[in-house]
């Protein structure tokens, strides 16, 4: 077996929900709160490759702002570098893909999400080959669904959050995160609900300890990206002067980067994002916070069907997982582009058993989407 063809897929979908802004004039906005880049409607970069056999293995970037970005060094490069090489080697694969920028500062960035995206396509093709799910070619797995935490409840108001909450909760649901951090909104869900808070990076030191102090009040279970996520030893102060866990990784590419989270004491709990790292840094990611005592808390934000499948996958054969993010809205969207639908019911995700990811994109679909 020998990969024939790549083709990256940027793509752009309509709004998730009415409640998205409703200006078609830019493209893009930015956060006031941080800087952060935001698009006015999702975008992502998908990625198919095809084997002289005629088997296709489907891989997804998270590429939340310009996609054509990630897809161009696919196509311009990484493409180049695959053609006749065989896809069931996926470790070996990624190895040569870092190694051919590393000595050139492409360690992180897009560069990293291209080869994530490629990544997945060849567990998913590896796994298709043998006729087998990815989550048996790493080891296992070790549980029989993935625990999920809500992120995000739909409402404008403190009431209207706390029904969406609750009606999560009538459905097996324990676990959310962008509440109302009020006492009202904790005597509402019971002292048994999880509760987990993104500062989004938006916090000086000073301000993240003070706040820190609410979100013990409310027994929070963790407090994600508190502070700029250069600021490592920042961190490392902070967990010395709270007892709320810190919660960070998403921006991270790579067990190098992880290392210096862990070495330097700076997080609680790990968060990959399997369309950052791919599958094979991911595990990597989840086998090096093992070793030092740590959960992962995999991130899940804006990716799609293959991202979300990619992330049950490793996060099935993960012994340290925590939870996975989940978005019901991003989810929705996400089933709308697969052949088969993911479920998630009852606080878990299931795990597909199908070979490869078990997932199939509605290629056709995709390909109207394209930028």
């Known amino acids: 077996m020998r990969i ?7 793509i752009r979908l309509p709004a998730y929900d009415a409640a998205a802004p409703s200006n078609e004039t830019e493209r893009y906005r930015t956060s006031r709160a941080n800087g952060t880049a935001y698009a006015n409607r999702p975008e992502a970069l998908f990625v198919r490759v095809e084997t002289d056999e005629g088997t296709i293995g489907w891989g997804e970037a998270l590429a939340p702002v310009a996609p054509e970005a990630t897809g161009a060094w696919i196509e311009k490069f990484l493409k180049e570098l695959l053609i006749g090489k065989d896809p069931r080697n996926p470790r070996a694969l990624w190895r040569e893909m870092y190694d051919s920028m590393r000595v050139r500062g492409n360690t992180t960035g897009v560069f990293l999400d291209a080869i994530a995206a490629l990544d997945i396509a060849m567990w998913d093709l590896k796994g298709k080959s043998l006729g087998v799910p990815v989550w048996s070619l790493l080891g296992g797995k070790v549980r029989d669904e993935i625990p999920v935490y809500v992120s995000g409840l739909s409402g404008a108001n403190e009431g209207q959050k706390t029904e969406s909450a609750l009606a999560y909760m009538e459905a097996g649901f324990s676990a959310f995160k962008g509440v109302p951090l009020t006492e009202a909104f904790r005597d509402a869900v019971g002292p048994d609900a999880v509760l ?25 279970a963790f407090f994600e990206c508190p502070l700029a996520p250069e600021a490592i030893d920042d961190h490392r102060t902070l967990r010395k002067k709270t007892s ?47 070793a030092f005592h740590r959960r992962i808390a995999p991130h899940s934000s804006s990716g799609l069907g293959v991202c979300i499948a990619a992330s049950i996958h490793a996060s099935a054969a993960a012994p340290n997982l925590y939870m996975l993010e989940w978005k019901p809205n991003v989810f929705e969207s996400a089933n709308r582009l697969l052949l088969q639908p993911l479920t998630c ?9 199908g070979p490869g990811l078990g997932v199939e994109p509605d290629y056709a679909a995709l390909k109207q989407l394209v930028i």
């Not at 500062?199 to 027994?219: G, K, N, P, V, Y």
């Open 4 to 10: 024939a063809n790549v083709e990256a897929l940027p």
């Open 196 to 220: 987990l808070y993104d500062a989004l990076w938006r916090f000086t030191l000073d301000e993240a300890i003070a706040f820190s102090d609410r979100l013990r009040e409310l027994q929070v």
């Open 244 to 290: 709320v866990p810190v919660a960070l990784g998403e921006a991270e590419r790579t067990r190098y980067q992880f290392k210096e989270l862990l070495v330097r004491e700076a997080a609680d709990f790990l968060q990959p994002d399997v369309g950052r790292t791919g599958i094979s840094e991911f595990q990597a990611i989840a086998e090096l916070g093992e």
């Open 345 to 353: 019911k009852g606080g878990a995700l299931a795990i597909p058993h």
